[in-house]
């Protein structure tokens, strides 16, 4: 018996009702889909930064470009706003340029590749996805200048452009993309290797239509749209209150000497729909910390935050994306006019979801989760090796602490972001000149509190060939605050100590810093923010970690535990000093932020050891920015 139709409109598929162990196979199998992209990509991708770290999104979408599967929400609503050609069969477009694709992508090392999907003459589906190139040319090598003024400056930007038609390669555009690229045969593998991962999904997605038809297919995708937006309409209901919640945030500096930065933010539900209004940010940066923010991809980013701290039973995909609005002014850090600097946005990418966990926790407090998403470090060593003359160029991402939150501690030395995984330290000692001398979590790092904030991660890069260095870090000025009593992560720094015996505090952003073999580099992350009172962390569980190195004896004072190098607790003397403790601190913070950034800068030589950053500078050639 066919199914009923519940929906006819004029589109090329009609709207069936479903059984619910169909729907079941599909999304499954749609999931599956997902993954095998993955599998693809990191199987034939040359890269330790997409093969090893995974630093690539990948997506399913229906025929509207709605995510239904993926990682990163969908980008091509900002990509179909901004192309003015034509999508036919066979077609395969490329674009890497923030402006030509309305944020879709946020830095030009971002190649987005993009397939419709064709099945008898009818579109019925997208895949899709981006991964970072290691190098795409411009001023220093890995193409993220710290200094960069415009992107101009920042490599090869490529406008939406079919690199196939009619399913032929064109080898002429893609030959003259590699030619402004340090690493073409990277380049050339990772290109190829998204490609074979797009061709996977289409195969995927073919077989599922031909297996249960089309508007099966179609209406199944459909439904798992709808279900998720059922689903975070509640979520929505529940957790955002009517009443406007601010929160703000800082970038500490933008590597030319000036900082901080606002990124500011008001949350607030209007009926089933919550606003997110971002009035009241600081204006572009003359520098490169600019992110160009797609209105899309921020709710892609509140939306996964809320099914991870509320309800992670939720299938994540874009539907429900008609429940938010995103107002990000014109002309601000978040929405920077060209020709901007983009290439160092990640500061303010890792920053929004700090921004994000201090607005969705304050309606109901026991949901808060402290600060450690906060940055996301990057580390490039290049140079020509001694012997053959060959280039050498690393890119790789950091991880600190995962902020402590409401259900438990958080991990040490990890990363928050979605399936990202380290570079094995075997990998790096094999393929280029350095060697892992330290790998290790630093003990408390991590904000004390009742569940502990992670600690950051020490890695010692000793360098074996002559070469230079760039860091692209944030956190060293402003800490990655606790909550609900919870107190701060301790903060980055970056130490580079040479054979002759000196040593040299880096700053958190710089390029072309030269090394020579035997230095050595201490790339010191942030910790996670504490949540809760460290008073009423478990004595036991303090005299665990003080066992396990990762709290140490002066630093189990802080929770009030008076402990030995074995972790065997005092408990009379623990039962004492709390008592001492709690009758002089007084009440506990929602959030601590460890000063204001006046406070923060004032203090800073004496605590960091590098000076002061100055107040920011903004561009005046447009009136909002003035």
């Known amino acids: 018996m066919p199914a009923q139709i519940i929906e006819s409109r004029p589109r090329p598929y009609n709207r069936v009702e479903l059984d619910p162990i169909t729907l079941d196979i599909i999304e499954n199998a749609m999931l599956n889909a997902r993954w095998e992209m993955d599998a693809v990509l990191f ?57 030509a694709c309305n944020g879709a992508v946020s830095h030009a090392n971002d190649w987005l590749l993009l397939r419709p999907i064709y099945k008898d003459g009818r579109l019925i589906a997208y895949a899709s996805m981006f991964g970072h190139m290691t190098d795409i040319g411009g001023k220093v090598p890995g193409s993220l200048p710290t200094d960069a003024r415009e992107i101009f400056e920042e490599g090869v930007r490529v406008p939406p452009v079919k690199i196939y038609k009619d399913d032929e390669l064109q080898e ?11 690493l073409p045969h990277w380049n050339r593998s990772d290109f190829n290797a998204i490609v074979a991962a797009i061709r996977t999904a289409e195969k995927r997605v073919l077989e599922m239509a031909e297996r249960f038809g089309d508007d099966v297919y179609y209406s199944a995708l459909e439904e798992l749209l709808d279900r998720n937006k059922r689903a975070m309409g509640t979520l929505i209901n529940m957790t955002v209150p009517e009443t406007k919640q601010y929160f703000e945030d800082f970038i500490c500096d933008d590597g030319l000497g000036m900082g901080p930065y606002k990124i500011k933010c008001a949350m607030w539900r209007e009926g089933e729909k919550v606003i997110f209004d971002f009035e009241g940010t600081d204006p572009q940066s003359i520098g490169s910390v600019n992110f160009y923010l797609n209105e899309e991809m921020f709710k892609m980013f509140a939306g996964v935050y809320m099914i991870m701290v509320f309800d992670p039973q939720i299938m994540f995909n874009d539907g429900f994306y008609d429940l938010m609005e995103v107002r990000i002014p014109e002309g601000t850090l978040l ?23 201090g ?15 906060s940055d996301s470090p990057h580390f490039m060593y290049s140079g020509y090796r ?31 972001w979605p399936s990202f995984t380290n570079v094995p330290n075997e990998f790096l000692e094999s393929y280029f000149p350095l060697r892992i001398d330290i790998y290790e979590t630093l003990p408390d790092s991590g904000g004390p509190g009742q569940h502990r904030g992670g600690n950051a991660l020490r890695v010692g890069y000793r360098f074996l060939e002559p070469g230079e260095i760039s860091i692209h870090d944030d956190r060293w000025l402003t800490y990655p605050w606790g909550v609900n009593g919870g107190l701060p992560g301790q903060r980055s720094q970056k130490i580079l100590h040479r054979t002759d015996g000196s040593e040299e505090l ?19 992350t942030w910790g996670g923010g504490g949540w809760g009172d460290p008073l009423k962390r478990p004595a036991e569980q303090v005299g665990f970690d003080v066992a396990a190195g990762l709290v140490t004896v002066d630093g189990a004072r802080r929770y009030g535990v008076v402990s030995n190098e074995e972790g065997e607790v005092d408990e009379a003397a623990t039962e004492k000093l709390r008592s001492e403790m709690a009758a002089e601190r007084g009440d506990t913070l929602l959030f601590d932020f460890g000063g204001t950034t006046e406070e923060l800068k004032a203090r800073c030589e004496d605590e960091t050891g590098l000076p002061a950053p100055a107040a920011p500078e903004f561009p005046t050639w447009f009136s909002s920015a003035a």
């Open 43 to 99: 199987r034939t991708a040359m890269s330790p930064g997409i093969r090893e770290q995974h630093d690539e999104f990948p997506m399913i979408a229906n025929l509207d470009g709605k995510m239904v599967v993926g990682q990163f929400g969908s980008f091509i609503h900002g990509f179909k706003e901004a192309y003015d050609g034509t999508i036919e069969e066979g077609d395969m477009f490329l674009t890497t340029d923030p402006y």
């Open 172 to 182: 002429d555009v893609l030959r003259l993309i590699l030619h402004n690229c340090r």
């Open 335 to 357: 929405k920077p006019r060209f020709p901007a600097a983009l290439s160092c946005r990640t500061h303010a990418l890792g920053r929004i979801f700090d921004v994000l966990g």
């Open 359 to 373: 607005l969705l926790g304050q309606g109901n407090p026991d949901f808060l989760c402290a600060a450690g998403f």
């Open 386 to 416: 001694r012997d053959d003359g060959e280039w050498y160029q690393l890119y790789q991402i950091g991880f600190g602490g995962i902020p402590g939150k409401p259900f438990g501690d958080g991990p040490d030395g990890h990363s928050l």
């Open 506 to 524: 880096l700053q958190s952003k710089c390029d072309r810093i030269k090394v020579e073999p035997g230095d050595l580099l201490y790339f010191d």
